[in-house]
């Protein structure tokens, strides 16, 4: 019998994510619920001189309209520095800023009303630049506009570099990156009748949204409840801006004494929220003959835009790893964040490491080049062993993966030692033909990284968490924690910790949605820290329950307890054994407690700030990368082909979902390096849509390769450590590597557009270099659309129409203008069809017309009629159809929400051709995104209905 942890458990929430049951925020309603919209600024600086909501006020439908001095608390959201407010007052100070919001009894008329509202503004220049923000006369922070400064001074460095053979010197570059999850922001939130507030709403920390809402409402915390909805996606774009949204909602709740439901649009939820932060990074790094780094200086400057955020402590995390994974005797590290008059900058994937991660692997490569090593040895004598110390003087004694996790990777991906030049002509690292014609060559590169688990020193202070466990008579388990799922599998892998500590099986353990009610602060749900601290949590919950079952068990088996096992649905001693239903009975038989409260608190830390040094995180997890590529040299396109990615864990508690993590953050991190670009030349986001700003599809994502490395940690759970961001990490470095070995051309900014990169093949210097991050383009700036809400069409008629929705005949009366996708959601309740982009971009509303795949966003409710319309509610009415069941067994969901829309594209797929081949099959599913599977799953489990089709 296998035991809960390290076994492939089929996700808790597939069934619900894959028939469409799952309730996302925007799929909930309550009585007499009001629609919010924001008014928000078009001028990224401007003096706010008045307000005029009279217009607004005027339509029919509208409610309320508030401003900044209808907030009863300070109007401001904490983050981690008190500067940002709910509502702006006196200045904006970025474009899409919010200015006031409006209330009315439906969302169109909410945005109408928006757009209603005047507001006077005197413009001012802007400060758009980061290298001119520091000391600038425009004050946007405090009086020098800087957020943080972060240092690291080891060694001595001029020394260090005396003693070098070769040094290297490169500034690097890289832009805004947009999380591009596919549930946009939104909440809901609910007045109490005794003054207390619920909220309830896409989320990844709902501890920080109730600190917010304190502030803002003046209300203690024993009347502000969070409730996380099932979350969408995340990447760190729902830790810190759901409470700005949150906020709004509860400030209007507030103002009206009604519900308030408020849904950002895909184009205002890429314009005016967090991005990865842009950043310029110089390094200057030497080494002597052998290879071996003698000494490295960093400069790093982030642009945070607006307001702080989490900037401090996104420019801490990336200072800890400036110099990457590897020892260095001798560093001096400077690390900036500064205010500019842009969009705030906050947490994604990784966390400010991405960005300083892509420079320092692009020095490794570098110095191999001059020393004539293969990247690969450089790397193996650099790379932090047990025993090193790392820049921060940091002793690493425990799982210390990095040798473990280059060799498989080279292995894996069977890396040749690199040929020295024949006749100048570039060579490559992989088995196959380099040049595959007279245009296109094949390229690889090589990259390696680590990642601190947890909050580390700078978060010390939020890095605990608390669990409750509840045993039931009957056998099952209840368990909360205060940290929360959002596609990352972490309710299944706690299921599975908590059924190993109890002996029953993870199918009998389910997980309470995250709730403020329920459970102590738990801290956030970032830094990949909920597997090590919540499941430490959880155990520590369990331990006196485990206690109690083995005494019980060993009383009713007549043997020590020592020799008494928990597993799987008994308690066994030998060939003797009981069901652990059988154990529990007795235990309520004889009035034992059955729930406990459990609680974890991260090891301490030590960090000197000054000098930067000490023991910066409890444990590090480890990956390397070997990317390859194909480069097309007359139109500078890139195509990532393959993603070898090996990847220390400590413990795989869920093996399917350590791979789904992997090949989702690989496809992210392909798409950080060669096509996510977003443009904002003079600080208004150009391009706020899924149509403008590229992700990858599954016909563009390159096919991963997932390898588990498993090096213990002896204080995670079981041996787990976190790891979740650091997928993503590695793989710019490495594409960019690929790159180079393809066309001899190093770039030293991300993404490689086709544009950057034949500019560099034809020695143009790229215009990015002379300008600030996000001026991709020089067209002059106008306000964005998505700042300017869109007046509601005055008094649609409407007309008769018939729908033949999964089977059922409905007889309506439907507007003009009226799109099936509002008709199946609003009127027909059939929330499995998602709203993500309402442009037919992602594909998340995709519903079956006659059989065809559409996007029910584009549709017209009366173009349907005489159509036999089918929803993911009517594919598995009867049961799991086999592809709901393959994308179940396959775990081919992580966040659910563009789930509904793959499995009826696929199910176009199946029925016009029952056996296509994967490039077929990514052809047939490229009209739908999905930014946390990768797609990988995705087509195995459509590859496993297709041959049970054929059965």
């Known amino acids: 019998m296998n035991r809960a942890v390290g076994s492939r458990t089929v996700r808790a929430d597939a069934v619900a994510k894959v028939t469409g049951a799952a309730q996302f925020v925007d799929d909930l309603g309550f009585p007499g619920m009001l629609h919010a919209a924001v008014v928000r600024s078009p001028h990224p600086y401007a003096r706010l001189r008045a307000i005029h909501p009279h217009a607004a006020l005027a339509l029919d439908g509208v409610v309320a309209v508030a401003a900044a001095d209808d907030i009863p608390g300070p109007n401001v959201v904490h983050i981690v520095l008190d500067d940002q407010p709910l509502l702006a007052e006196e200045f904006v ?48 922070f405090a009086q020098d506009n800087v957020f943080a400064h972060h240092r690291i001074r080891r060694g001595d460095l001029e020394a260090g570099f005396a003693a070098a053979a070769v040094v290297v010197e490169q500034e690097y570059r890289t832009g805004y990156q947009e999380h591009a999850y596919l549930e946009p922001q939104g909440m809901i939130a609910v007045p109490e009748p005794d003054g207390a507030m619920t909220v309830y709403g896409s989320m990844q920390c709902p501890f920080y949204v109730q600190l917010a809402l304190c502030d803002t409402l003046g209300l203690p915390k024993s009347k502000v409840r969070v409730v996380q909805t099932v979350t969408g996606g995340g990447f760190g774009g729902k830790e810190d801006v759901p409470s700005l949204v949150a906020g709004q909602a509860a400030l209007l709740a507030r103002v009206t004494g009604r519900p308030v439901k408020l849904i950002y649009s895909r184009e205002e939820d890429i314009a005016v929220t967090s991005k990865r932060h842009p950043a310029r ?43 990457g994974a590897y020892r260095c005797p001798n560093v001096r590290v400077d690390a900036r964040a500064v205010a500019t008059n842009r969009v705030p900058c906050g947490a994604f994937r990784g966390f400010g490491s991405p960005q300083v991660l892509f420079a320092a692997e692009s020095q490794m490569d570098r110095l191999a080049e001059a020393l004539g090593l293969d990247p690969a040895e450089i790397r193996r004598r650099n790379l932090l062993r047990p025993g090193d110390q790392t820049i921060t003087g940091q002793v690493l004694q425990d799982s210390v993966g990095a040798a473990a996790v280059l060799e498989r990777a080279l292995r894996h991906a069977e890396w040749e030692e690199r040929k020295p030049p024949v006749d100048g002509e570039v060579r490559t690292y992989s088995l196959g033909p380099p040049i595959l014609d007279d245009r296109r060559r094949r390229g690889r590169g090589l990259a390696l990284v680590h990642y601190g688990s947890g909050l580390g020193a700078g978060g010390s202070r939020l890095d605990r968490s608390g669990a409750f466990v509840q045993l039931h008579e009957d056998a099952s388990v209840t368990a909360a924690v ?54 430490n949590a959880l155990r520590d919950a369990c331990a006196p329950l485990r206690r109690m079952l083995l005494d019980v068990a060993s009383e009713k088996l007549g043997v020590p307890t020592a020799a008494v096992d928990l597993l799987g649905g008994f308690a066994r001693a030998g060939e003797k054994r009981v069901t652990i239903g059988e154990v529990v009975a007795e235990c309520a038989a004889r009035r034992l407690p059955l729930a406990k409260m459990g609680h974890h608190v991260a090891p301490k830390n030590t960090w000197n700030a000054e000098l930067g040094q000490g023991d910066a995180y409890e444990v590090y997890a480890w990956a390397a990368v070997v990317a390859d590529v194909v480069v097309d040299s007359a139109t500078g396109q890139v195509v990532v082909e393959r993603i070898v990615a090996a990847h220390d864990v400590g413990k795989a508690v869920n093996p399917t979902g350590v791979e789904a993590q992997i090949e989702g953050g690989s496809v992210q991190g392909a798409g950080y390096a060669v096509c996510e670009e977003l443009l904002a030349p003079r600080g208004i986001v150009l391009n706020p849509d899924f149509g403008t700003y590229v992700i990858p599809t599954a016909a563009d994502a390159p096919r991963v390769e997932p390898l588990i490395v498993e090096e213990p940690y002896p204080r995670g759970p079981h041996g787990a450590k976190g790891f979740g961001e650091q997928p993503l990490m590695a793989v710019a470095p490495a594409v960019i590597a690929a790159i180079h070995d393809a066309v001899g051309v190093r770039l030293s900014e991300i993404p490689a557009t086709p544009e950057r990169l034949l500019a560099a093949l034809q020695g143009v210097a790229d215009a990015a270099e002379r300008t600030e991050p996000g001026a991709g383009c020089s067209a002059p700036a106008a306000p964005s659309a998505a700042l300017i809400p869109v007046r509601a069409p005055a008094g649609p008629s409407v007309v008769p129409v018939t729908l033949m929705v999964n089977g059922t005949e409905h007889q309506l009366r439907v507007g003009v203008g009226e799109t099936l996708l509002h008709v199946l959601r609003e009127r027909l309740r059939l929330t499995g069809t998602k709203k993500g982009c309402g442009k037919g971009e992602c594909g998340a509303c995709t519903v079956l017309l006659d059989g065809k795949p559409v996007n029910a966003c584009l549709v017209l409710a009366a173009d349907a009629q005489d159509a036999e319309v089918l929803t993911i509610e009517g594919l598995g009415a009867n049961g799991l159809h086999p592809l709901q069941r393959a994308f179940v067994e396959h775990g081919a969901i992580q966040c659910g929400f563009c789930t509904p829309g793959l499995v009826l594209s696929a199910k176009a797929l199946l029925d016009r051709d029952p056996d296509p081949d994967e490039a077929a099959i990514r052809r047939g599913i490229a009209g739908n995104l999905c930014r946390c599977t990768g797609y990988v799953k995705v087509v195995a489990a459509i590859r496993a209905a297709a041959a049970q089709g054929r059965r």
Do not use: F
């Open 93 to 140: 100070r970025y474009a899409g800023e919010p200015v006031a919001l409006v209330a009315a009894t439906s969302r169109d008329v909410a945005r109408a009303a928006a757009a209603a509202v005047t507001v006077d503004y005197e413009p001012l220049a802007p400060l758009l630049d980061a290298r001119e923000s520091a000391g600038n006369a425009v004050r946007i």
């Open 482 to 535: 205060g940290t929360t799922e959002m596609g990352q599998g972490m309710e299944t892998v706690l299921g599975q910790l908590v059924a190993e500590e109890l002996g029953v099986l993870p199918s009998d353990v389910r997980l309470l949605p995250a709730d403020t009610s329920r459970v102590p602060d738990s801290g956030p749900t970032v830094a990949s820290r909920s597997t090590t601290c919540s499941g």
């Open 281 to 323: 990074i110089r390094c200057r790094t030497g080494a002597a003959k052998d290879g071996s780094l003698v000494a490295a200086e960093v400069d790093m400057l982030y642009d945070g835009g607006a307001y702080a955020t989490l900037s401090p402590v996104v420019l801490w995390r990336g200072t800890v790893h400036a110099v």
